[in-house]
């Protein structure tokens, strides 16, 4: 008997009630949790945030001829989402969009509907069989084997992350922390001053910007299953924050799935806005602010979480004071190996973090 609460039974009621809906020739509305502002979702120190019991709904009618496109795109991906759940098969965004992109007319319209319904259904992605395409790499004390007997051996050099976590059937390590970096560039720089020379054994890991589902789910997993404290190192802007913010509380869009893939423990080792200056960091080394940056800096400053959060507010009004911002590579305008063989190891050593 199938569990009424599964992905596959939701779809199914889903799709039934749409049905139930056209034969009573009523006309056709979907629903789903809306995500577009921060009234929509509330705060929680031990899950992130999350949708509110109250959220307002999104509401999308398709009684206009003008509508009729915008149906097309949903019953296509509803229809989608059931045969990989009935056939218990795996599909990328990608090839989901490929199979007919004249359907969908552009990659970002498919996915934000998947994500719309999987809002609707209070599911994620990878729990409707979507799963997306990793851009996210990992290097360290790490070798994992799947179910069909493939494995990684992370240990050797940085390998792609896998993009369900959930097929990781067994492991190996000895690592006693996860440090995750924002840039790619950085992490390659790291690699090459021979970074784990200055740590304990640890799994480096690196989304290359902000993360995707997949990244948040393995250093999730990385964290909960392996039980490893995760350090996050990120520029020193408000970007850098709130890269930081999406490991540790995840993000508004995916506030319906956040609790399967935050952090909560998760620490900013920096570099913050505060050390700019004690660094002595090179000044042609330094980016004056945009308006873009002041804004996003006021942007985050009004987010629920912030009020529980002082040192992460006087960092950024730290930043507004300064009216520049640091990349992590500046830290090399010090020395090559600085970042590796003294700022991190300093700080993770001495717990230097927020």
Known sequence: MTDPSSPYARICCFIMELLITIKNRIPLIIRYPSRDSWECVEFSPSQGIKLKQDARESIISFDQEASLTTLDNWLHTISFI???????????????????????????????????????????????????????????????????????????????IPSNVHE?????????????????ATFLALLDADIFKWLPPCIMVTAKGYPDYASRMFVRWLNSKLNLPVFVLVDADAHGLDIFIQY???????????????????????????????????????????????AKIDEILTRPYMAGHVEWAEELHC?????????????????????????????????LFK
Not at 169 to 181: C, D, K, M, Q, R
Not at 268 to 288: A, F, K
């Open 168 to 184: 990781i059937e067994s492991f190996e390590t000895n690592a006693e922390l996860v440090l995750v970096i924002e840039k790619d």
């Open 248 to 294: 540790k509380y995840g993000s508004r869009s995916s506030a319906h799935c956040n609790e399967r893939m935050t952090v909560v423990s998760a620490k900013w080792l920096g570099i913050w806005p505060s050390e700019i200056r004690d660094l002595h960091i090179n000044q042609e080394s330094l980016v004056s602010l945009s308006v873009t940056d002041i």
């Open 82 to 160: 059931f045969q990989l759940l009935e056939k218990n098969r795996f599909s990328t965004k990608r090839d989901l969009f490929y199979q007919n992109p004249k359907i969908f007319n552009n990659q970002r319209r498919l996915d934000a509907i998947i994500d719309n319904l999987c809002a609707a259904l209070s599911l994620d992605r990878l729990e409707v069989n979507v799963l997306s395409t990793c851009k996210g790499s990992a290097v360290g004390s790490l070798k994992t084997r799947e179910a069909d007997g493939s494995g990684k051996d992370f240990s050797v050099q940085p390998r792609e």
């Open 319 to 351: 930043l507004k004071r300064l009216g520049v911002k640091a990349e992590i590579q500046a830290l090399s305008s010090i020395s090559c190996s600085f970042l590796a063989s003294n700022y991190i190891p300093r700080k993770i050593n001495n717990c």
